[in-house]
């Protein structure tokens, strides 16, 4: 399995930079609103199915949103990886562009593409993003591009099977967006790397399955985002402030620390 780095924040727009840091907020009030009653992300998904099997569908039948054509559902089948399951969502057709024409799979009004997976801990909290290959959801093959410019378009906007877990889900593609998209471009690239195989026969390779992952830390990426945004609303400070400290510190102390040889900071 091959681990890619995170995003670098210089890349980012600005705008995106806020979409993330929104996104992050409502994260945090789904998390409170299911802490409140005890629960979590997980739980909510498994309430009231039954008995949970490796490979089965959960909810049974998966979870649609006719008006935006998003689709999830949540399984577990990894044995070689520390999870209790993951997330895999889609966007069907109508979300789709009309000019993207798949490789392989499903063509038409039949047409469902995959974009991320998100496994889960036992607690029900997010460890990391994933791509994977085609057979794995058996998803109509589109490219990287066509499925990055209609990201935006997944939204679970109803309560079932849970308002919370609808409102994450949606959430969580608007935060990391960044890394999703640089794993839909990487999985094309290694896919590309068929080694003298057609693109079909790579898209099929049951070797194959995890193309690419991004470990994903909320708390960590809320403060990377916060700290990239205060960059560029005042770019010189962090100048200014490495030339006090060395004025008044010398270059390895703190600006909490007193200054050599006790003298008084400018005031």
Known sequence: MIELQPPKLAGLSNEQVRTSLAA???????????????????????????????????????????????????????????????????????????????????????????????????????????????WVTDESWLGAEPVITA??????????????????????????????EALLRHRDQLLAEGGGRSLAEVLEDR???????????????AAALTGEQQRRACPGCHRLNRHWRTRLNGPNLSLGQEPRGGGSRPQ
């Open 207 to 221: 070797r194959l399955e995890v193309t690419g992952t991004i470990p994903v830390d909320l708390d960590s990426w």
């Open 24 to 134: 992050i907020g409502e994260i945090r009030e789904c998390y409170r609103v299911l802490e409140k009653g005890g629960l979590n992300i997980v739980g909510e998904v498994l309430r009231g199915q039954g008995p949970f099997y490796e490979l089965d569908h959960y909810p049974k039948d998966d979870v649609f949103d006719a008006t935006t054509a998003s689709q999830y559902y949540y399984h577990a089948h990894r044995s070689d990886h520390d999870e209790h399951g993951h997330f895999h969502l889609f966007l069907r057709n109508s979300a789709l562009p009309e000019e993207a024409e798949p490789v392989l799979g499903p063509v038409g009004k039949a047409r469902v593409a995959h974009l991320v997976a998100i496994a889960m801990d036992a607690w029900g909290f997010p460890t990391d993003l994933f791509a994977v290959n085609r």
């Open 151 to 180: 990201l935006d378009r997944f939204n679970v906007d109803h309560a079932y099977p849970s308002w919370p877990v609808n409102r994450w889900l949606t959430a969580m593609v608007r935060c990391y967006r960044p890394q999703v």
